[in-house]
């Protein structure tokens, strides 16, 4: 059974938008946190952005803060990442990533810290 199921990557330019969609199981949708994470080739794995299940507090790496947004809906269970102004360095494999650990209502950005995966999708963008 899928439990998280990523689309929306693909191949753009810089400058240009894509937006991610994550559709999660019941169950996985309930976890508190959920999260993104890409993993560009030769490069460990990176936090992206979190958000939480009930109040939607929000997290970003810095490198993606003022481009990219997350949100939940709930009626789809989805999780969405908005990316805006890409750029090159964006470019690698971005996973979906629930039943994350919090410290004091805020999303681990730990990738050790989320139990479940999805397969991830494509982001390409190019200079």
């Known amino acids: 059974q899928v439990q998280l199921m990523e689309s929306g990557g693909g191949s753009v330019e810089a400058g240009g938008s894509l937006k991610l969609s994550c559709v999660a199981s019941?169950?996985?949708?309930?976890?508190?946190?959920m999260a993104w994470f890409r993993q560009a080739p030769g490069k460990q794995r990176e936090f992206v952005a979190s958000?939480?299940?009930?109040?939607?507090?929000?997290g970003y790496a810095d490198s993606v803060k003022g481009r990219f947004s997350v949100s939940r809906h709930d009626a789809e269970n989805t999780l969405s990442l908005q990316m805006n102004n890409l750029k090159p360095e964006d470019t690698a494999m971005y996973y979906c990533?629930?039943?994350?650990?919090?410290?004091?209502?805020?999303?681990?950005?730990?990738?050790?810290?989320?139990?479940?995966w999805g397969q991830g999708t494509q982001v390409t963008v190019s200079s």
């Open positions: 958000i939480v299940h009930d109040n939607r507090t929000t």
């Open positions: 990533a629930a039943e994350g650990q919090s410290v004091f209502g805020v999303c681990s950005q730990a990738t050790y810290e989320y139990v479940r």
């Open positions: 019941a169950d996985m949708y309930r976890a508190y946190c």
